[in-house]
């Protein structure tokens, strides 16, 4: 079992840069793709991101394709999301989560609880 907590949203002006941070816990870490998502109230989860469990391969929305990279650190249980060029469309919670590699968010097990991005324009 996996235990995740985000970290690193708040209020930011658009074009600033964020960078969210989701550590986890336990000793299977390297065993999961991670995966980062987002949701703003009234709508579905929306995919933003996913990596493999070694950091080896990335895959992204389009909607964010460019200006945001992810990436991971199994020495420190910890996988980021840089986040770049902010628009006001970016603005939602975003979920860390883990499980395996790809877009759907039933392919993933472990959520974590959110952190919320707000971009003012």
């Known amino acids: 079992q996996v235990q995740l907590v985000e970290s690193g949203g708040g209020l930011v002006q658009a074009g600033d840069s964020l960078r969210l941070s989701c550590a986890a816990s336990?000793?299977?870490?390297?065993?999961?793709?991670m995966g980062w998502f987002r949701q703003t109230p009234g709508k579905e989860r929306e995919f933003v991101s996913t990596?493999?469990?070694?950091?080896?391969?990335?895959y992204y929305a389009d909607s964010v394709k460019g200006r945001f990279t992810m990436s991971r650190d199994n020495a420190k249980n910890t996988v980021y999301l840089q986040m770049n060029s902010l628009k006001p469309e970016d603005t939602a919670v975003y979920y860390c989560a883990a499980g395996s590699f790809g877009s759907r968010s039933t392919a993933y097990s472990y959520w974590g609880q959110g952190t919320q991005v707000t971009v003012s324009s």
């Open positions: 336990g000793r299977t870490f390297s065993s999961y793709a």
């Open positions: 990596v493999t469990r070694t950091g080896a391969s990335t």
